[in-house]
């Protein structure tokens, strides 16, 4: 029940309305008996600014950030930590004696997703479609081990800043997400990460790329999760979006409270909630 001393945490962004990170963290928090609530907030470009003021006069507890927010916050921060600075993009806000200060768990919830279907990230070779927040922090991170990384993204300079910017071990190229390029990169692929909106199937029906282009690459991991997708005819399976939410969303909830997170309930919560596991 929310009382006069509920803790708030929030999210921010647009679209909201099909997020499930109010059901993790509401039943998690319901379940722990914990006085906080998690509220999601639709708030457009022109508004973050007012939204961020919001979040410091209320006092909420913490908050997320998603599309398409991820960058444009972070000059509405008072610090950021060295992930997220590198990076160059914020998914979690935390509400310090020192101010607000952004984070990003999203590198980090896809790796531990990655992990728990056995697919380490280290010396693979990972195309990653897309060049905005989401797949920064994932470049960013895969960077650090000494993967070959290959980015596609519509816009071209896009996918070249983030191949010149990332550090680390890993061996960077970059191209334009077309026909050419994708068909002839899927061969030699042992995960596709897929960070733009569009389904992986959606992607190669638009770029009339047939399916089963696929059927040399191990893993396809589609990071967007508000559609269901059919099953694509890769070689050892497809991750679920949803375990990497859970996993981001346990990140958060560590920075927040500064302890560890309830994972097992947190994965339960989404789990119970659809009515079936993702797995
Ligand atoms: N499962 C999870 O836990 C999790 C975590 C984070 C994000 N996500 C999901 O990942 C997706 C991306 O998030 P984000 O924060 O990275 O968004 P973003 O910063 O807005 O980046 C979107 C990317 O997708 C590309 N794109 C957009 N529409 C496209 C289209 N029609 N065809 C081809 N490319 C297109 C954009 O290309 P341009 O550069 O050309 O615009 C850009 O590279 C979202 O669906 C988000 O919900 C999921």
Redo the contacts with the bound molecule.
Sequence with gaps: MIKGDTRVHSLYGSPVAHSLSPVIFNTTFEKLSLNRTYVPFEVSIDKLKDAVGAARTLGFDGFNV???H??AIIEMLDRLDDGSEMIG?V?TVARTKRGLVGHNT?GE??VRALRSYGFEPNNKRILV?????????LVHRFSRDNNKIKIL???LD??RNLADNATGPGRISHGE?DKNNLENSLHDTDLVVN????RTSS?LS?LKIPFNKLKDTDWVFD????KSSEPLPVGRGTIS??E??V???ALSYEIWLNETAPFTLMRSSLVDYLGKDWK
Excluded at 195 to 198: A, C, G, V, Y
Excluded at 223 to 226: I, M, N, S, W
């Design positions: 998603t599309m398409p991820k960058t993009s998914n999203d919830g896809a479609l897309g060049a905005g927040g989401a797949a920064r922090a993204n519509r816009t896009k996918a997400l960070s733009t909106p569009i992607l638009q990071l967007a999760y508000d979006p949803l990497m939410l996993n981001q969303a």
